[in-house]
């Protein structure tokens, strides 16, 4: 039979509920939802509709016992459909789809001999009914137990199952002869085993102590080393000695002869050099004498030829005299003929002088009035005075003389001109006396003007980046001081921040590696089991009890446990590898702790890291962030910034740029004012001194001063 539609109306916790059940692939449709979804209600809706709603059914909370009803179409293996519906009552509860009453046993065609009893135990089970088995099966009774249990071992006679299972647990253990007993001989050997496996276990307190004396024998093998390689280098000095005997021999023998030798004279240090050297020398003197023996020979030879007289030989030490004389008398009668020529030359002026000094006599008298060094020099200098005095004199004179001829021609021009009006030339002293100020101090304006010069253009060299215009550089829209303020603390606390994050990883990083390390000599003990390998060895050990239970039903296993054993071997090791673990996490129990608190830390610092290293990575994000809106800052200036600290810098230096470039104008602006000022004043003074002229201002002004008092003095005022 197969459910085509079912409608529930009205019934527990449904109103109008449809559900329709295409056929499909697989053709298995699955109901799944929360607790209290309806499940059970659904279920026990589709027992009622085919059996009939229990007078005293307790779905009737929501919909009154008269208004409940359910609806269905089924379908029978021979293709056979029926709809039908289902109210709750007494008698003719099963109706056709119109509402017309049906016959109980319309529904057989496609039941069966299926009753409601075995209907509920097979296929309508709820969570009430399988609690239920669940108790019956744990107390081993009960036909709903039974009945579970026989589904679940695909539908085979419990009491056999039973009867098997109480076979072989007498098998196992009843008895006291080891030979009827299969588990008892396996129990004792695993038993042992355990032991021995205890036993074999290197507490930590003996494995350090092995690590001490293995240290301490490591140490004494270096000791060893060392003296072994000692003996070698003696052995090696042996050794040389031995080559070394035939060479002593040999030297002792030649001291042996050198005893037996006469005794010689004690010779200097040198001696063998000295000697080297005579033989060389002798042997130079004997090719010399063999040159000289040739050559008297050949001079001999022509001595022979020659045919001398008698009496010149006799003279021969006075005419070596007489040569010797010759080659004097020759050099001094050259000097005398050069002296002879100089003197021809000074005589003439000598004697011209003499005259003027009034010195009579000849040439001798002069070397009596010949003067020292001394007084010849005092007097070259006192000659050098009198004419640098002489010159300014002359010059002074020649002033005076300018300066009297112009005071003349000025006074000339006034006594010939008629009476005049005295007052423009007062005006002009006015104006002439107001400048005497501008005068004075002009000179020190424009000192001044050249020292701010030098000091905006020194100032204006510090200020880098800057344009070439003095001006352009004052108007440069330079950022606030705040600003720079602002983002030099930014910058250094993004620095330090990066910094520290630095130095945390750092830190991180060296307990990260002294826990590593701490765990790894933990684990050098022994492998330390965990949780998860117990899980895992418990999962391996539960799907091998699967796989024997599906063997033992005849099923035969579809896979293997272990690749390399067969079944009844690899699931016992599987069980005694899960038993292992879990003993080891009880007997080492701190040390299992303290290693996962281990493995936490080490978890936790690798978490810190990678937390910090982002952190990192974001404020070298916004360092470069903010290095961005720091140049955009300058940008309307033209400047390329350095560091907040040297901007800061720089813009004192700018400022006092500035400010000295605004003294420099105001100086500049003063020169040229008081320049005009005194400009206009000789203007003035031009028309009454005489147009043109080399004269100073100050020469003007007197001359215009001694006018006005010619002037006054003729008119009488």
């Known amino acids: 039979m197969r459910f085509q539609r079912l409608q529930i109306p009205a019934y527990g916790p449904f109103t109008n509920l449809e559900l329709a059940f295409p056929s499909g692939e697989h053709d298995l449709h699955v109901f799944y939802g929360k607790n209290e979804a309806g499940k059970s209600s659904l279920l026990r809706a589709i027992r009622d509709m085919l059996f009939g709603i229990h007078g005293q059914s307790t779905d009737d909370f929501l919909h009154d016992y008269k208004k409940m009803l359910l609806a269905g179409e089924i379908t029978n293996r021979a293709g056979d459909q029926l709809s039908f519906q289902r109210r709750k009552g007494n008698k003719n509860t099963l109706l056709d789809g119109t509402g017309n009453a049906l016959p109980d046993h319309a529904l057989r065609p496609f039941l069966g001999t299926i009753e409601q009893g075995f209907f509920s ?11 239920e088995g669940a ?15 026989s589904a679940s071992l695909g539908g085979t006679p419990v009491q056999r199952v039973l009867d098997a299972l109480v076979a072989e647990s007498e098998k196992l253990f009843k008895g006291r002869g080891t030979s009827n007993v299969t588990i008892r001989p396996a129990a004792k050997r695993y038993s042992e085993l355990l032991k021995q496996s205890r036993e074999s276990v290197v507490a930590a307190e003996f494995w350090d102590e092995l690590n001490r004396k293995l240290d301490a024998e490591n140490s004494r093998k270096a000791l060893l080393e060392a003296e072994i390689a000692e003996h070698e280098v003696d052995l090696l000095w042996v050794s040389r000695c031995e080559d070394a005997l035939p060479c002593v021999s040999r030297f002792n023998e030649e001291e042996r002869l050198l005893r037996e030798l006469p005794a010689l004279p004690e010779v200097a240090s040198d001696y063998v050099e000295r000697a080297k050297t005579a033989r060389a020398a002798v042997g130079d003197a004997s090719r010399k004498v063999s040159e000289l023996s040739a050559q008297i020979a050949r001079d001999e030879a022509k001595l022979d030829g020659c045919a001398t007289a008698p009496e010149v030989l006799a003279m021969e030490d006075e005419l070596d005299g007489l040569h010797q004389d010759l080659g004097a008398y020759r050099t001094r009668k050259e000097s005398l003929a050069n002296l002879q020529s100089k003197l021809a030359g000074i005589e003439p002026s000598l004697r011209s002088g003499m005259q003027s000094l009034e010195i009579h006599g000849d040439f001798e008298v002069m070397e009596g009035l010949r003067l020292g060094s001394a007084a010849r020099l005092g007097l070259e200098a006192a000659a050098q005075a009198l004419i640098d005095a002489e010159d300014r004199h002359a010059a002074s004179l020649k002033r005076a003389e300018e300066l009297t001829a112009a005071i003349d021609k000025h006074e000339t021009k006034l006594q010939s001109e008629p009476e005049a009006d005295l007052e423009p030339l007062r005006a002009a002293l006015a104006t002439a006396a ?20 030098r000091k905006v253009e020194e100032e204006h060299s510090r200020v880098y980046g800057a344009p070439q215009d003095l001006e352009a550089t004052s108007r440069l829209q330079v950022p606030a001081q705040a600003t720079l303020r602002k983002y030099r603390e930014r910058f250094s606390d993004l620095e330090r921040d990066i910094k520290d994050a630095a130095k945390k990883i750092s830190d991180e990083e060296s307990a990260l590696t002294k826990l590593e390390g701490d765990l790894t000599r933990m684990e050098r003990r022994g492998e330390l089991p965990t949780e998860d390998s117990l899980r895992v060895a418990r999962d391996h050990r539960d799907h091998g009890w699967q796989l024997v239970l599906k063997d033992w039903k005849g099923g035969g296993a579809d896979e293997q ?13 599987s069980v005694q590898a899960a038993d292992k673990i879990s003993d080891q996490l009880r007997d080492d129990a701190d040390t299992v702790a303290q290693a996962q608190e281990k493995r936490l830390q080490i978890q936790s610092s690798q978490d810190l890291i990678k937390e910090t290293e982002a952190q990192a990575a974001r404020l070298q994000t916004e360092k470069e962030e903010c290095q961005t809106a720091w140049v955009q800052e300058w940008a309307p200036a033209g400047i390329s910034p350095r560091s907040p600290a040297e901007m800061e810098e720089w813009r004192e230096s700018w400022i006092q740029f500035r400010e000295n470039l605004a003294k420099l104008r105001d100086a500049e602006g003063s020169v040229t004012s008081k320049a005009e000022q005194i400009q206009q004043a000789v203007d003035a003074l031009k028309a009454f001194s005489g147009a043109g002229g080399p004269h100073s201002f100050p020469v003007m002004l007197a001359a215009a001063k001694a006018a006005l008092q010619k002037g006054e003095e003729a008119t009488g005022r």
């Open 135 to 149: 108790q019956q099966i744990l107390g081993g009774d009960g036909d709903l137990g039974k009945a579970l249990f």
């Open 561 to 573: 446990l272990d690749p390399d054993l067969p079944l009844e071997e690899a699931f016992p090791r």
């Open 434 to 453: 107001e400048a005497m100020d501008a005068n004075k101090t002009l000179e020190a304006t424009r000192s001044t003007v050249a020292t701010l010069t």
């Open 121 to 131: 135990t097979m296929f309508g089970l709820g969570s009430s009914q399988l609690r």
